[in-house]
């Protein structure tokens, strides 16, 4: 590598670094405090949302009629 190629990778590098903390630094602007009443609740919100969610496909996965199961059964024919 000629010193001209190293100076130019110096200066990638540095560039690329310098995107990289800036976009670091503003995501971490842009994500609720902790300790937010308001961010909590909603994070709880969210969570059970999810959680009745897993709770109907649970239910869909583990019902007799439902219909991979019966093609399992046909593929083992």
């Known amino acids: ?17 310098s995107l990289l903390s800036t976009w670091l630094r503003q995501r971490g602007r842009d994500m609720p405090r902790r300790g937010s009443e308001e961010a909590s609740s909603e994070l709880l919100e969210r969570l059970a949302r999810a959680e ?11 019902d007799e009629r439902w219909d991979l199961k019966k093609e399992f059964r046909d593929l083992e024919r």
């Open 1 to 17: 590598m000629n010193p001209f190629e190293f100076v130019i990778l110096i200066l990638v590098l540095s560039f690329v670094y």
């Open 52 to 62: 009745e969610r897993i709770r109907v496909l649970e239910r869909i996965v583990t």
